[in-house]
């Protein structure tokens, strides 16, 4: 089963208005982190936004918040003030405390996100 | 400045051939891991590394091996590249004394196998 998944695989906004990219999650463990990275044409990866399942408030980082649903497993990037920049791939990804895999992401399919003018 | 590079941007190769894919980190990680990226498919796991010498597999291993003999470097190694090998690979490092794990990936290395 995937532990990430990405249902869109692609999204349009236009400049300025807000765009949610969702992304839900499947662990059984109680301690994690929910990632989200960029990555535009260039291919490198950028970090964005990081979630822990402990935490009481939503993540915020400038334009980008996570909204964080721990109930409906969801974890879904909110972009708000889209730019034209913004157009990119975006990856979901989460690791999981427990277990010998410490450190590993597992990483959706990823949302191509084209921001239009 | 946090620092991953990859050897090569852009790698043409010949079915059979031994192709190895190098990275570098700078910022004493401990963890280092290997991706593919496929269109569709998001960022697989092919290898990762805790430690020098030591390693574990990923999700997709076959068809791929890997060596860490020094802390900064983790080579991929294709041992006769195929076809179904053509493919963007990405390195990444992360550490447990920073809190987040976030990994931080080199540039790629986009490989054509022919």
């Known amino acids: 089963a995937q532990k990430i998944t990405q249902t869109q695989p692609g999204m349009f906004v236009q400049e300025k208005e807000a765009v949610t990219l969702d992304c839900t999650y499947d662990?059984?463990?109680?301690?994690?982190?929910l990632f989200w990275y960029k990555q535009p044409s260039s291919g490198e990866m950028i970090f964005l936004i990081y979630?822990?399942?402990?935490?009481?408030q939503n993540a915020t980082e400038g334009r980008y918040s996570l909204n964080f649903q721990k109930a409906r497993k969801s974890a879904n990037l909110v972009i708000s003030a889209s730019q034209l920049g913004d157009s990119a791939m975006y990856f979901c990804?989460?690791?999981?405390?427990?277990?010998?895999?410490?450190?590993?992401?597992?990483f959706g399919r990823g949302t191509q996100l084209t921001v239009w003018p | 400045d946090v620092k991953v590079t990859q050897s090569s941007r852009y790698l043409v190769k010949r079915t059979g051939e031994k192709v190895f894919l190098e990275c570098v980190q700078d910022?004493?990680?401990?963890?280092m891991f290997w991706y593919r990226q496929d269109p569709g498919l998001g960022l697989r796991l092919i290898y990762f590394?805790?430690?020098?010498?030591?390693?574990e597999k990923g999700d997709i291993p076959e068809g791929y091996s890997v060596s860490r003999e020094k802390k900064e470097r983790f080579s991929l190694i294709l041992e006769s590249a195929s076809t179904n090998q053509t493919s963007m690979y990405l390195c990444?490092?992360?550490?447990?004394?920073?809190?987040?794990?976030?990994?931080?990936f080199g540039p790629g290395t986009r490989l054509t196998v022919t």
């Open positions: 979630q822990g399942s402990y935490d009481q």
């Open positions: 662990t059984s463990d109680p301690s994690y982190g």
């Open positions: 990804a989460m690791r999981e405390r427990g277990g010998s895999t410490l450190g590993r992401l597992y």
């Open positions: 910022m004493d990680h401990e963890n």
């Open positions: 590394s805790y430690d020098v010498k030591m390693k």
């Open positions: 990444a490092s992360s550490s447990p004394r920073q809190g987040l794990y976030e990994q931080y």
